[in-house]
């Protein structure tokens, strides 16, 4: 075992001996209390830090594009030379225009900069990267000598110095609090195991890595419009890896590029990767490229740049999670992995003032090829529709033109494939225009591969995550005369209340996304709610409409508030989560149960209890508790396995379960009491192991598909293990739309995303199966035909004795599949129905 560094280096140490620096710009250390590597920043120390170089250097300003879940600020340090920075405005715009082929011919890049950005940590605890950027930036504000001012003067830096500053700040808080006044580097020591869930993900446990594409936190979305905002031809994109790695950095795997994305790419990454090779082996570091790590799933920080235009570079250090740590390569130490950080963080820039002109004329040139691509390519627009469900599609659209993507409405009614599109409510999006390798990648299913390992998911079809009705035009003219006017703001439905003026009754309808959270307020308010378990409908000179299963009623009269009181409680609900609430004057109906049927069954507001902590998969956790906070306002209460035997369960009447929780016979018996009192248990994915390792429900798996290899090659184990798996793939799963976890759909096909090969029987009661795969379910990705063979006619959900429900995939996955959230959200608010 080898021994990097044990003394704390100092700051020079970091860096290339051909710089002086200016003693007025403080020093990272002076500024921190400590040397840079002898402790974890904290994400206070780094902000501002970035914050007084700003303030001091005439080379640096800061710029914020975003506030963290916890409130914490997200931005740039903007460094160049003092004449940029005080022309930078000029230059952003001119710089933004190669991006538009209609200005890009004009523009003059002769001695124009190249604006490159460099991004740290986006998982919090991958802290080497974090902390190299306060070098980076004090290297290039205070670093004096000719080569530091020809880099400013042709480079526009952007430092993003924490691109997930509260995994940050929860990861520097737990290595401080836990580190020995001796370093011990005993990879077993508590240093290296962090709390649950560990820093790496964000305040709701996401992985923000995942998030380019799906923008369903304030960090991506700032993010992503700062992208837009200064278009960088260089993204690079610091990370850490296993402690006994070495250093990686891109070109990936060759052959598992996104197709999509233009060979000279991957030509730029490659030239740029001789200036890493230079000064990694400048300072001796071992380093691996074009091995394990890809740019398939476009929606990650080094591989978003790749399709529009730009060129993401992935850096992965052999991580520390700590201060020293014996792995099997060496002891390594914190600031070992720092410095290698920054060295690449350098011989990015280096390259981008070799490569300056290519760079420039390469961005230019992806733009200005995108309308002879959308001319070749067979399908010439996409239209879309949801008239069931205006909360999702107004999400759907604000996703496409968070991506500077171009949406009109339509100019006339149309018919497609049998479905209707009508004028008003519904769009269409051409594949003529500027993001056209963008929106391919977005509605465009794929089902053949080149190659069949992925590092991510293998599809991502953004109107499948939102179930929405969508159609490919093929032809020219039908796509030019379908095209109404350009949506510049996101469509919003109006939330409004209809009827007579005293209502006997209130109605509104499950099937709007934001339905669950209006009930949830109402109940909150203490108003007596009822479901519908059956369909109905008025046809009078009042009101003609039908209703279906799922529909909420409130009656006016058997409410603890007055009739004046409630009517503006359900107003205000419908107004803020914009539904249409219709009220009636009679309880009679022309069709179907009427209004006093034992059919509407008076609801219980849920509580929910969620097991979290070791065992659980806190990516399922965090789903659930970010869909039901933050979109539904309700509480949920999370309960350390620790805890549980000293919970009392009865103030809840929702119990989920996502993984398998460490419970003693204790727990589980107390968790079968509870179920036998009425309370309801959902089992989520994983969780469903647990409930029937532990005799809570009959589960029956489907063996796994045994591989067909005959023969095998000691050196491909790996990947034929790889290619039997079932990375992230879109399937169709059909929906018994009377079944009370089922209320809200309107067509009986759903499509669902699946990771894991994990594959169900159906229950032995026929009407326990709500939700099964159906006889031919692989939509969009890839999967073997052994795979998908097992999961034909399998379950999706299936409902057991006693008020267990078992979702055995994922229905919230990255929060961004706003089609299956509804059936979660059923066994939340419906489970007790059954």
């Known amino acids: 075992m080898s021994q ?25 250390e002076q500024f921190a209390g400590h040397q840079i590597g002898e402790w974890h920043l904290s994400h206070d120390k780094l902000y501002y830090y970035m914050q007084e170089l700003a303030r001091s250097s005439d080379r640096a300003l800061w710029e914020e594009y975003a506030r963290s879940h916890e409130g914490r600020p997200l931005g740039h340090l903007i460094i160049s030379s003092p004449e940029n920075i005080r022309n930078l405005e000029r230059l952003r715009l001119q710089h933004i225009s190669l991006a538009d082929p209609e200005k890009s011919s004009g523009t003059d890049i002769s001695n124009a900069p190249v604006f490159i950005k460099l991004g740290y940590g986006i998982h919090g605890n991958e802290s080497s990267s974090q902390n190299a950027s306060v070098l980076v930036a004090y290297y290039l504000t205070a670093g004096e000598g000719p080569s530091i001012d020809k880099l400013l003067r042709n480079i526009v830096v952007l430092i993003d110095p924490a691109l997930n500053p509260d995994g940050m700040q929860r990861h520097s808080t737990w290595v401080n609090f836990s580190r020995s006044l001796n370093d011990n580097p005993d990879p077993r020591s508590w240093e290296f195991s962090e709390n649950w869930p560990g820093g790496r993900s964000n305040h709701y446990m996401f992985d923000l890595n995942r998030d380019y594409l799906l923008l369903q936190h304030p960090e991506s979305v700032g993010r992503v419009a700062a992208f837009y ?61 074009e091995e394990s790590y890809d740019d398939f799933y476009i929606g990650k920080g080094s591989s ?48 981008g003032l070799a490569m300056r002109e290519k760079l420039l004329n390469s961005l230019a040139g992806f733009y200005r090829e995108a309308a002879a691509l959308a001319d070749k390519h067979p399908v010439k627009a996409y239209i879309f529709t949801e008239p069931d469900d205006k909360g999702r599609l107004s999400e759907f ?44 990648s977005l509605f465009e299913p794929v089902k053949e591969f080149t190659d069949s390992t992925f590092y991510d998911i293998s599809t991502w079809i953004l109107p499948m995550s939102f179930n929405i009705r969508y159609a490919a035009i093929t032809q020219t003219r039908e796509a030019e005369a379908l095209r109404g006017k350009e949506i510049r703001e996101v469509p919003l439905a109006e939330g409004k209340l209809l009827g007579p003026e005293d209502p006997f009754a209130y109605l ?53 508030v007055s009739r004046t009181e409630l009517k503006k409680i359900i107003l205000s609900a419908a107004e803020k989560f914009r539904l249409t609430v219709h009220g009636v004057s009679t309880g009679f109906t022309e069709e179907g149960i009427d209004l006093g049927s034992s059919d509407f069954v008076v609801l219980e507001k849920p509580s929910v209890a969620l097991i979290a902590g070791d065992g659980i998969n806190s990516l399922d956790a965090g789903e659930i508790w970010h869909m039901l906070d933050t979109r539904f306002r309700m509480p949920v209460t999370m309960i350390r396995p620790a805890a549980f035997d000293n919970a009392d369960l009865n103030r809840y009447n929702v119990l989920v379960i996502a993984g398998s929780p460490a419970l003693g016979p204790r727990g589980i018996e107390k968790i079968m009491s509870w179920n036998r009192q009425g309370g309801t248990i959902i089992g989520y994915k994983g969780g469903n192991n ?45 929906l018994d739309l009377t079944h009370p976890l089922c209320y809200g759909y309107t067509g009986d096909i759903v499509p669902v995303m699946k990771t894991g090969t994990a594959a ?75």
């Open 4 to 28: 990097v560094i044990l003394s704390q280096p100092a700051t020079s140490w970091y860096f290339p001996d051909d710089v002086t620096f200016n003693g007025k710009i403080i020093t990272p």
């Open 229 to 289: 905002r200064w278009r960088p031809d260089i993204v690079t994109d610091h990370h850490e890896q296993g402690p006994n790695a070495t250093f990686f950095y891109q070109p990936g795997i060759p052959t598992r590029n996104n197709p999509l994305t233009p060979s000279e790419n991957q030509q730029l990454t490659a030239e740029i990767g001789k200036f890493h090779e230079k000064f990694l082996n400048r300072i001796g570091t071992l380093y691996v490229t």
């Open 304 to 351: 978003y740049p790749d399709i529009h235009g730009s060129v993401g570079i992935l850096f992965e250090q052999a991580g520390v999670k700590g201060h020293l740590r014996e792995t099997s390569n060496m002891l390594l130490s914190f600031p070992y992995t720092i410095r290698n950080q920054v060295a690449v963080s350098l011989s990015t820039l280096e390259a």
């Open 397 to 440: 659209i604000r996703i496409l033109k968070s991506h500077q993507i171009k949406v009109y409405g339509l100019s006339r009614d149309a018919v497609i494939n049998g479905i209707s599109y009508s004028a008003g409510a519904s769009y269409i999006v051409p594949l003529k225009q500027n993001e056209h390798r963008f929106v391919r």
């Open 508 to 560: 509104f309808e499950w099937k709007e996304y934001l339905a669950p959270a209006a009930l949830f307020e109402l109940q909150n308010a203490g108003i007596r709610t009822r479901v519908a378990k059956a369909g109905f409908a008025y046809r009078n000179s009042e009101l003609n409409h039908a209703f279906g299963c799922g529909t909420i009623m409130i009656h006016a009269n058997d409410q603890p």
């Open 690 to 734: 647990w409930l029937a390792a532990n005799k809570l429900a009959e589960i029956e798996y489907i063996p796994p598909a045994e591989s067909v290899l005959k023969e095998g090659i000691y050196a491909h184990r790996a990947m034929n293990n790889q290619v039997r798996q079932i990375p992230g793939s879109i399937f169709s799963v059909k």
């Open 760 to 834: 169900v029987k159906k229950v032995g009661d026929i009407y326990a199966n709500p939700a099964v795969y159906t006889s031919d379910p692989l939509l969009s990705g890839y999967c073997t035909r052994e795979n998908t063979e097992r999961l034909k006619g399998s379950s999706f959900v299936s409902v057991h004795r006693g008020r267990i429900i078992s979702i055995y995939d994922n229905t919230n996955f990255r929060a961004i599949w706003y089609g299956t959230n509804k059936i979660f959200l059923n066994a939340v608010f419906f489970g007790q129905l059954l």
